[in-house]
């Protein structure tokens, strides 16, 4: 199994509410990453965990919650987002955290009214 | 020192001609430079990766040219299929470091 999964696939919020990303991957990895991708640019590095702990927060602001609950699930929480945060927010593994090669889910893609 | 930089930003190529996709980097630590491919809607996908130690390496149609002494690197698509159209970018990272760098990526156009 080589995938990533990721849910939902669209989630339309208001900035008033609460929502999360959940990722899933059995490949055995142990590092794991959320990254936001808008439209025509690369994506855009936001958290990394490295055997389930934070490793990385690229000064994402807190309204955006990391989570990994075990080695295989990595969640987002959303909360009181702008619509400037509307994207693509894309999980990926790897099998450790310095490895360049990362396997990306599709993509879950958020619009903020 | 970190900056990819990816060029053309957008390319058209014909039916079964060479697509060609620049890249060059400043920080002689990268020792790892991956391309990922995607498609409109989907996540981006490994498509093929070189390390410093070879000049070339090739996956069926396609081919990854490195040049260390001008640090560039570049992927050759040989007889371009409109399948092929899709966004790509290059890629470079260093084990020991904390984040891949990418670049802008180039949207490549297959014409039937």
């Known amino acids: 199994d080589t995938e990533v999964t990721q849910t939902p696939k669209h989630l339309v919020m208001g900035m008033t509410n609460k929502k999360s990303l959940k990722c899933e991957q059995h490949?055995?990895?142990?590092?794991m990453y959320w990254y936001k991708q808008k439209a025509k640019k690369p994506p855009e590095l936001m958290f990394v965990?490295?055997?389930?702990?934070?490793?990385i927060n690229e000064s994402v602001p807190s309204r955006f919650s990391p989570e990994c609950p075990n080695s295989s699930l990595l969640n987002l929480h959303l909360h009181a987002l702008q619509p400037e945060d509307s994207a693509l927010y894309l999980c990926?593994?790897?099998?450790?955290?310095?490895?360049?090669?990362?396997?990306f889910g599709e993509g879950s893609r958020l619009t903020v009214l | 020192q970190q900056q990819v930089k990816q060029s053309p930003q957008s390319l058209i190529v014909q039916k079964g001609g060479i697509s060609i996709i620049n890249c060059a980097y400043e920080?002689?630590?990268?020792?790892?430079f991956p391309w990922y491919q995607q498609f409109p809607g989907k996540g981006p996908a490994l498509l093929i990766a070189?390390?410093?130690?070879?000049s070339e390496k090739k996956e069926g149609r396609f081919t990854i040219s490195f040049n260390k002494s001008a640090k560039q690197f570049s992927l050759h698509i040989m007889d371009s299929q409109p399948g092929d159209s899709a966004t790509y970018f290059c890629?470079?990272?260093?084990?020991?470091?904390?984040?891949?760098?990418f670049g802008k990526g180039t949207r490549l156009h297959i014409l039937p």
């Open positions: 990926a593994s790897s099998r450790l955290q310095y490895t360049g090669e990362l396997f």
């Open positions: 490949m055995g990895h142990r590092a």
């Open positions: 965990y490295s055997y389930e702990k934070l490793s």
């Open positions: 920080n002689t630590a990268f020792d790892y």
């Open positions: 070189i390390r410093p130690d070879v």
């Open positions: 890629a470079a990272s260093n084990e020991g470091d904390d984040k891949i760098i």
